[in-house]
């Protein structure tokens, strides 16, 4: 899939999300006087542009506090954005209304990591599944039942169990009915946040078939946001690596895999754990992702990089192309005769 | 001093596990045989509900009602802990066994400087002044690779990141120099840079001081890059045990066989995985038989008639009426 050629089903332009802790009363007093300062500002995504393509499977890969489900809150419109806009079918989703803004929000569904907390526990599985049908009166009341029937068959679950509650199903089986509820809107495009990390390692194969069959069947778009990179090389046609808010590389799965271009994306795909592998002499990444409240100048990734210049201490590199297709946001690759 | 090769730190025999309820008393832990020896890192993976973590805990007997012990040894050193007094565990947890448990809020006291709960694990088992104590402390954290350990020594854990005071915790177990680690998951809730770190790090302590280290997990890569030996754990047995080459390259059970071959690493990207249908059954509601056998490609008539017992082949054991053999695709 090229996304270049084809037209994005969703583009992102320069999204930034900022958030702000509110003041206590006593900073409230202090700056009052002129003497406080107000709380830091967290900048959880800070300048991402991206588009994906319809029926392309984008990754989007980083580690805890990269950003990546904030960004994902985002193209679903979960999170409004502090600064940048979300183009949905060509169309700046800031300014859709009424019918139009309903379409964008059903058009594009999101699944959730936690199959235990993404599902009301009062509700029963047809209500959970049947209910944007219901509520946004989709199809008349009378075949709604057949419509919930329909998705959870799509889903692989016993129809059987349409009339039970949450809590008498096993993880596996609660993802599979918060696949059904985001397919029983007819989507075109999935945000799956984390999807299958909270299940049992037999059960996430189940998962990811079903997420695969479900996209050929639908010709689907997937935004699959993990943290396991093994994962997301197998489902992804192209992938996004985030370190503090931004972007570092992106490219297609394939070439990022067996190339990376970023110095991070190459720790990463180091760091994975392969059972072909054996008692591997571990020589990690040094240190921990720096607090997106204070992040380091230059460079974000400057302090723990094997290869840092002393570029990289002073001028954040641009997300550039290195090649066709292919971007990353490194010294190392921008200016190699200036440096 | 005794050969490590012919006489294992700790050797379990027919260890049994269970949790009563209003109907009855259920075996999260079923007759599980394991030994270890000193400076062997044991991988025991198993999925959630498989008695990898109840086992871990039995072992120290950490199981508090409902749970109980009803039957086994648990041989370390040559004393058996399951019928040693409680007074005499005390002494040995902290000590010659220490615990890393998956959150590392769990060992640590929110209200205590990390310098206080350090030293107090020191002092606790040996009699040596408190800023000996301090220093000791903080060649630990340097050693768990924390930068200016002096100075994090009186911060408190909520100033810690995660896999910080993971490492923390780690570092706390090491104190003593025990001659046994029994890990839980330790790096599940990291990100994989972070996992990097660790496992490097008792990789280190394992080869440097002897310290045996068991491994709970239920990544199988993680084991394969770490461990000597690998256990393979569902329904409360071990189903397949041996040295990590031999049965991570040729499995003999169906359900190690299945966990390797649904790693996306099997397949080419794109394709679908080679999934395991099905789901581990309820600790309630356990087939007869082979407990795996309802979700076993391999089963045979016999499966549901008895549970199979251990077969020995060298170094290593399985429990399956129908083994996949060397050389022969699932």
Known sequence: MNASTSVPIIELRGITKHFRRKPTLAERILMATGRGKAPPVLRAVDGVDLSVARGEVLGLVGESGCGKSTLARIVTGILRPTQGEVVYEQRPVAGLRGKERLDFLLKVQMIFQDPYASLDPRMKVSRIVGEALSVHKLLPKAEIDGAVDQALSEVGLDLAYRERYPHQFSGGQRQRIGIARALAVKPDFLVCDEPVSALDVSIQAQVINLFMDVRARHGLTYLFVSHDLGLVRHISDRVAIMYLGRIVEIGAAASIFAEPAHPYSAALIAAIPSAKRRKRAFEPLKGELPSPLAPPPGCPFHPRCPQAMSVCREIRPALAEISPGRSAACHLHTAPEAA | ?330
């Open chain 2, 1 to 330: 001093m005794t050969d490590p090769a012919t006489d294992p730190l700790l050797e379990v025999r027919g260890l049994r596990t269970v949790f009563h309820a209003l109907d009855g008393a259920w075996a999260a832990v079923e007759g599980v045989d394991l030994s270890i020896a000193r400076g062997e890192v044991l991988g025991l993976v198993g999925e959630s509900g498989s008695g990898k973590s109840v086992t871990g805990f039995s072992l120290v007997r950490l199981i508090d009602p409902p749970g109980e012990i009803v039957a086994g040894t648990i041989s370390f050193a040559g004393e058996d802990l399951r019928t040693a007094s409680e007074e005499r565990l005390r002494s040995l947890r902290g000590d010659r066994i220490a615990m890393i448990f998956q959150d590392p809020l769990m060992t640590l006291n929110p209200v205590l400087s990390i310098g206080e709960q350090m030293s107090e694990a020191i002092l606790e088992h040996r009699q040596c002044s408190r800023d000996e104590a301090l220093k000791e402390a903080a060649k630990a954290l340097s050693r768990v690779g924390i930068s200016s350990p002096e100075a994090r020594l009186k911060q408190f854990p909520h100033e810690f990141s995660g896999g910080m005071r993971q490492r923390v915790a780690i570092a706390t177990a090491m104190l003593n120099a025990p001659d046994l680690i029994i890990a839980d998951e330790p790096t599940t809730a990291l990100d994989v840079t972070i996992q990097s770190q660790i496992l490097f790090e008792v990789q280190k302590l394992a080869r440097e001081t002897g310290t045996a280290v068991l491994w709970i997990t239920h990544d199988l890569a993680v084991v394969g890059e770490l461990a000597d030996r690998v256990a393979v754990m569902y329904a409360g047995r071990i189903v397949e045990i041996g040295p990590v080459d031999a049965v991570l390259d040729a499995p003999h059970h169906p359900y190690t066989l299945g966990l390797l071959h649904s790693s996306a690493a099997n397949v080419m990207p794109g394709q679908r995985l080679n999934q395991i249908d099905g789901v581990a059954p309820r600790i309630d509601s356990r087939p007869s038989g082979c407990p795996f056998r309802p979700r076993c490609p391999r089963a045979l008539p016999v499966c549901a008639e008895h549970d199979p017992a251990p077969t020995e082949d060298g170094a290593r054991s399985f429990r399956c009426h129908n083994p996949v053999l060397v050389g022969e695709a699932a």
